[in-house]
T-cell receptor
């Protein structure tokens, strides 16, 4: 079955340090890959997506992600973390011939002051 | 663009009662999705519409769950004879059609607590 995996339940990073939230995918064909963020008791906010083209995708709030086909990964990155980045992050995909978005289980990001 | 709107934001109900949630999508979006999210998990796809047509409903959790979008605008999700296991956040989302890579935008969710 097609899926995305987020291997870390939680990531802790000191404020000002670079952060990475990992995502790997198992999707046939050319996947459309997404990152969403969820703050406590809120809905999901779109951060960025990879459809085609440049492997490095830039998104909201200074986040970026790199599509790596050989490693089937789409890790989320930010050069300098802020305390306000603390939230739940979801990697997701839409299959090439599908219409619905399927989510990973999420990674909780803690930015330590 | 006022975003995806969901009502009510919170609902507490007794086991066995019926509940209905409403979703108003972004106005020009003709696709509408329903998801369920329990604590510590990612959103789980339930069903979706293109205009008024329900294109997939096999993921609805049981026959107690039903969704409608009668005029292709707002949608309702009804849960009949609620059970404690139905306690979760129910998320609505919308997108435009034409490309599977179109961004899907979510509402703030409707929290259901069954006591």
């Amino acid at each position: 079955a097609q899926s995305v995996a987020q291997p870390e339940d939680q990531v802790n990073v000191a404020e000002g340090n670079p952060l990475t939230v990992k995502c790997t995918y198992s999707v046939s064909g050319n996947p459309y890959l997404f990152w969403y963020v969820q703050y406590p008791n809120r809905g999901l906010q779109f951060l960025l997506k990879y459809i085609t083209g440049d492997n490095l995708v830039k998104g909201s709030y200074g986040f970026e992600a790199e599509f790596n086909k050989s490693q089937t990964s789409f890790h989320l990155k930010k050069p300098s973390a802020l305390v306000s980045d603390s939230a739940l992050y979801f990697c997701a995909f839409v299959g090439e011939r599908d219409d619905k978005i399927i989510f990973g289980k999420g990674t909780r990001l803690h930015i330590l002051p | 663009d006022t975003g995806v709107s969901q009502n009510p934001r919170h609902k507490i109900t007794k086991r066995g009662q019926n509940v209905t949630f409403r979703c108003d999508p972004i106005s020009e979006h003709n696709r509408l999705y329903w998801y369920r999210q329990t604590l510590g998990q990612g959103p789980e796809f339930l069903t979706y519409f293109q205009n008024e047509a329900q294109l997939e409903k096999s993921r609805l959790l049981s026959d107690r769950f039903s969704a409608e979008r009668p005029k292709g605008s707002f949608s309702t999700l009804e849960i009949q004879r609620t059970e404690q296991g139905d306690s979760a956040m129910y998320l609505c989302a919308s997108s435009s059609t034409g490309n599977s890579g179109n961004t899907i935008y979510f509402g703030e969710g409707s929290w259901l607590t069954v006591v």
